[in-house]
Structure formats: C-alpha cells, structure tokens
C-alpha cells in the first residue's frame, strides 16, 4: 500500500534552516508530481511547493518563494524540502502529497495520498 | 494569483441533513477542482477531482458539481463520521485551497 513517511520537523530558530524528509513506498515514486502542503496551527491548509516526476519543474507559492527549495532523489524514494530564513508564520504541520495517479498516469494534482505530516515550530 | 472563497466557514447540522458548501474561484479554473476531508490530527482525505469525480471508496452521499468559478460539495444525507472540516482546491501548477468550512453538529 501506498505509504509516505516525513521526518526532520523540530524547533529551529528564526533565521536558521531545517531539512524535511518524505520517503515513499508501495508505488512506483519516479512517476508522480510530488508536493508539499503546509497547515498552521488551527488553520487551513496552504500548498508550499511541487516538483515535477522527473524534477524538471518546481513551482512554489508567493509566501516562501526563495526560501523554500523542493527537491527529490527517485533512487531512494524519497522527497525533501529545504527550509531556510525561517519565520515565525512558517511554524506548523508539512505534509507530503502524491500528486494523483490512476492505473494509467499520473497528473500534477489534485494530492491522492498524504503522509502523517512533521511539525514545525519556529521560535527563539 | 487565483483565489479559493469557502462559504460558510461554519455549518452546524444534524445527522441526516442534506449540506452543501460552495467554493468559488477568483477567475475561472474550468473543472480543475477538489474536495477534502480533514479529521482533527489527520491528514487530508481526497474525496472528489475534477470538480464531480468521486474518488474509490467515496461514499456516493457526497457529491460535487459546477465548473468555471462557482462549485458546490453536496452530502446528501450527513452521517456521524462526516463531521469534519472540508477544503477545496484548485490544483494546477500553483494551487490554492479554499479556508475550509467545519461542518458541526
């Protein structure tokens, strides 16, 4: 079964970095978009980053453009965010997302599977 | 940038009611719509694509329906496990959720 496990949440500092994690299993993890969806606490949901199967395309929302660096290595499953500059509104849980597949190919979205989720927390 | 606007933001209801929520779109997104459950603690459930596409194992109480800039998600008859807060979301290579309406008892 389709699994995607994220890891590296923490507390980090404003101004300092963190690295995610989301390792994949139980499909082929080279086919599908891959996304990073982000949920303040007590609030909504706010779509981070995306990268594309292959890693050829990468687009991220206005509030962590140039700060935020998605990336993936399909040889080891597994999909990270890079977090940098830190800031406070930045605190809360990162999901990992699959972009959707059917039995036939894979779309950039919507997101068919999610991880559990990391928690951050930015504070001094 | 296309913006999602859920209403309501709250909806209190009783088991077997018929609920609807509405998300509308800044400008228009064609069908390129979807609609989520979340539970307390959980992780969104992807529940309709495309506007009105079920996903597999979506109970067919829910419904989704409309394109352009005006969409609805439709539970026919609401059961105790439906309440939860819902998202909408337009997907392409920006997307933007909608800020989910709590459905309550």
């Known amino acids: 079964q389709v699994q995607l496990v994220e890891s590296g949440g923490g507390v980090a500092q404003p101004g300092r970095s963190l690295r995610l994690s989301c390792v994949a299993s139980?499909?082929?993890?080279?086919?599908?978009?891959m996304h990073w969806v982000r949920q303040a606490p007590g609030k909504g949901l706010e779509w981070v980053a995306g990268?594309?199967?292959?890693?050829?395309?990468?687009y991220y929302a206005a509030s962590v453009k140039g700060r935020f660096t998605i990336s993936r290595d399909n040889s080891k499953n597994t999909l990270y965010l890079q977090l940098n500059s830190l800031r406070a509104e930045d605190a809360g849980v990162y999901y990992c997302?699959?972009?959707?597949?059917?039995?036939?190919?894979?779309?950039?979205?919507?997101?068919?599977?999610w991880g559990q989720g990391t928690l951050v927390t930015v504070s001094s | 940038d296309i913006q999602m606007t859920q209403s309501p933001s709250t909806l209190s209801a009783s088991v077997g009611d018929r609920v609807t929520i509405t998300c509308r779109a800044s400008?228009?997104?064609?069908?390129?719509l979807a609609w989520y459950q979340q539970k307390p603690g959980k992780a969104p459930k992807l529940l309709i694509s495309?506007?009105?596409t079920l996903e597999t194992g979506v109970p067919s109480r829910f419904s989704g329906s409309g394109s352009e800039t005006e969409f609805t998600l439709t539970i026919s008859s609401l059961q105790p496990d439906d309440f939860a807060t819902y998202y909408c979301?337009?997907?392409?290579?920006?997307?933007?959720f909608g800020q989910g309406t709590k459905v309550e008892i």
């Open positions: 997302a699959r972009g959707y597949c059917s039995s036939t190919s894979c779309s950039w979205g919507p997101h068919d599977y």
């Open positions: 139980g499909f082929t993890f080279s086919s599908p978009s």
């Open positions: 990268i594309s199967f292959d890693s050829t395309n990468e």
């Open positions: 979301q337009h997907y392409s290579s920006y997307s933007t």
């Open positions: 400008q228009s997104i064609n069908i390129w």
């Open positions: 495309k506007a009105s």
